[in-house]
């Protein structure tokens, strides 16, 4: 099931995604719903981030190639972004002027559909409403000169993430491509994670618990570029659909 959060004729609803139409629907998808008779054509709406979490979990070091010779983690490195940093499909990502080298990281993300505390890797998974694609934007002189990441990688826009929830996914078992301006510049599996999606959950669960809605970016590979007034970066995920934001320099 595809799940979207959209704006239409003035009001912000969620709405299933059936070919090129929404379906509305009565709640959030992670609580009770009923399916509407509202429809819209996608093409006719406004998509949304489709989650506002209250908290966003992001993984370091999470993909042997983005280690860069160092040894892997022996457990997730896990560190926060901030409810400000999200922006849904479309939405411009504003790069501060004094941030210098900034840049894409290709994810998936994954979305939390129920309280989830002290949960084993084995049922973590079954706490997962479903996946979206995320961009988690770095500030890399900020990262190198700050104590912690605060504005490095929690910025205001420095989270994109969308523009679907597509559920009954394996997080094992998908590609994640970043392209700026049409040219493709990472390529990550996610069977190449240090760390799978259900480890990171169990883990972080372990001390937090985690809402619906709450997410959780699970690490990028390869190597990423520097950002640059009027660039395009798209990140897609076939099974998912393409995540497409500007950039502009203040």
Known sequence: MKFARYEADGQTAYGIVEGDVIRRISAAPFESYETLDDTHAVSDV????????????????????????????????????????????????????????????AELVAVIGK???????????????GYTCGNDISARDWQASDPTFWRAKASDTFSPIGPYIVTDLDPNNLVITARVNGEQVQHCRTPDMVHDTAACISYISQSVTLGPGDIIYT????????????????????????????????
């Open 219 to 250: 690490g990028t590979g390869g190597t990423q570029v520097d950002l640059r007034e009027g660039d395009v970066v798209e990140i897609e995920i076939a099974e998912i659909g393409t995540l497409t934001n500007p950039v502009v320099v203040e």
């Open 115 to 129: 309280p989830c505390r002290n949960v084993s890797e084995a049922e973590a998974l079954d706490y997962v409403l």
């Open 46 to 105: 406004k998509l949304l981030a489709p989650t506002t979490p209250s908290i966003i979990f992001f993984m370091g070091g999470n993909y042997m190639d983005h280690l860069a010779g160092a040894e892997p983690p022996a457990y997730p490195q896990v560190y926060t972004k901030t409810p400000n940093s999200i922006i849904g499909p479309g939405e411009t990502i504003v790069v501060p002027g004094l941030a210098g080298s900034v840049q894409e990281e």
